[in-house]
């Protein structure tokens, strides 16, 4: 649908973005665009939150995402810092390797934190 909307105003997209609002799954999915478009539907304008945040990159099957996002947790409380309410994923362009090679898939994990 995203994609669909965006082709169909000529807008180029970047790579796929989830945004967890809550713990409960509220959850915006979409993708990174520097273009303006025109809303439609479903498919409206949303942003990443702003702020201080705590951040890894994973490598490896989205099936193991849960570990990255503990271990940023666990880093956090670590450090002192209070997860702030959302957090995100940005996944890397898919790559056909990745396919037969699913080690090798990027995913960027973001929390947003206030300092401790």
């Not at 409206?44 to 271990?71: D, N």
Request: with cysteine.
């Amino acid at each position: 649908m995203v994609w669909n909307a965006l082709r169909a105003q000529q807008v180029t997209g970047g790579r796929h973005v989830a945004v967890y609002w809550t713990t409960e799954i509220r959850l915006e999915v979409g993708v990174e665009t520097a273009d303006a478009f025109v809303e439609q539907g479903d498919v409206v304008r949303s942003a990443t939150p702003g702020g201080l945040t705590a951040f890894a990159t994973h490598i490896g099957p989205y099936g193991e995402l849960g570990s990255t996002h503990k271990a940023i947790q666990q880093w956090c409380a670590t450090q002192g810092h209070k997860l702030a309410g959302p957090s995100w994923e940005i996944y890397g362009h898919w790559k056909p390797e990745w396919n037969d090679a699913p080690s090798q898939i990027r995913t960027d994990v973001f929390y947003l934190v206030t300092p401790g």
